[in-house]
C-alpha cells in the first residue's frame, strides 16, 4: 500500500456513493478522491459540486471524475455501484440484478494494476463481497464488505438509548447476514465490562428480554422502515463506509463487524458474513471468534447457510 498519499477509487455516483464521498470529504480521510460511474457525467457534476465545498472544508483533497485506469495506484476502491432495493423488496431479491453489474467492475479494476483492499457496500453486501472476491482473485483479507458494521451501530444506539447509556461505552454485535437472518449474540453484549444479560433477573427478567428482543427486531427491520419512509438508505452507510475507510488508511487495527470470508472460524468455510474482525492497512488482520452459546451458533449456522444458498449459481 502506498504511504505517500491516501488515494480512494469510488466506483458509483448514487445516494450511497455520494454520501461516503461527503463523509470523506468534511472528514478528510484521503488526500485523492477519484469517482467513476458508467454516467461519466454525473460523476463529472458530482466532482464539480465537492470541489466547491473544499474552500469551507478543512481537507485539501484532489476530488475528480475518472477510469478503472486511475484505479491503479489507490488504496481503496470502494463498490457501491448497483441498483437500488426497492420497496418491500429483501436485500437477497436484489442478487442477480447486482451480479451483473460488478462482473463490468471488477474485471477493469484488477486490469487497472489495482493493489490494494476492496471495500464492497452494494446489497446484498455479503454475497456482493464474495462476488468480489470471486472475480477479483485476490486474497480475501484484502476483500471485505460494509458488513453489519452500520448494524452494529444502529444496535448500539438503540440500546444506549434505552439503559440511558452512552453508545460509545456499548459494545455488542449484530453478526450473520446483513439482511433479515441476521442476529445479535447476547451473550457477548457488555455496557463497559458488565454483560448486559446480568441486568435482566427477578421478576423484571421477562420485560428485560422482551426489550432487547424489540430492540433487536427493530436493528433487523431498521432499513425497511426507512426505504419506505424516503425510498433508500444513504447517510448512515455512508458514514459507516468513512470509518473503515479510516481504519484502513490509518492502520488503526480496529474493530469492526464488516463482511469477512470465514475460513475455519465459528465452524464455517468459503463464506462471506458480518462478524467482528480487526482492521489495518492490509485489509483484514484476523477474524475474532467471539465464545457464542450454542443457540447462538446455530442462529449464526443458518445465516450463513442463507448466505451460501443465495451465492450458488451466481457465477
Known sequence: MRTDKRKVALVGTGM????????????GVCDELVLIDIN?????GEAMDLNHGLAFS???????????????????????AGVAQKPGETRLDLLKRNASVFQSIVQPVAESGFNGI???????VDIMTR??????????KRVLGSGTALDTARLRYLLGESLRVDPRNVHAYVMGEHGDSEFVPWSQAMIATKPILSLCGGEEDMVCREELKRIEDEVRGAAYKIIEAKQATYYGIGMALTRITRAILGDENSVFTVSAMLRGEYGQSEVYAGVPCIINKNGIQRVLSL??????????????????EGFEGIL
Do not use: W
Not at 450511497?16 to 472528514?27: I, P
Not at 476492496?118 to 446484498?124: D, G, I, K, R, S
Not at 462476488?131 to 480475501?140: D, E
Open 131 to 140: 462476488i468480489t472476491y470471486s472475480l477479483s482473485g485476490f486474497n480475501p
Open 58 to 80: 478543512a481537507s485539501h483533497m484532489k476530488i475528480y471524475a475518472g477510469e478503472y485506469r486511475d484505479c491503479s495506484d489507490a488504496d481503496i476502491v470502494a463498490i457501491c
Open 291 to 308: 465464545d457464542l452459546t450454542e443457540e447462538e451458533k446455530k442462529q449464526f449456522h443458518k445465516s450463513c447457510d442463507t448466505l451460501r
Open 118 to 124: 476492496f471495500l464492497v457496500a452494494t446489497n446484498p
Open 40 to 44: 461519466r457525467k454525473r460523476a463529472e
Open 16 to 27: 450511497v456513493g455520494m454520501s461516503y464521498a461527503y463523509s470523506l470529504l468534511n472528514q
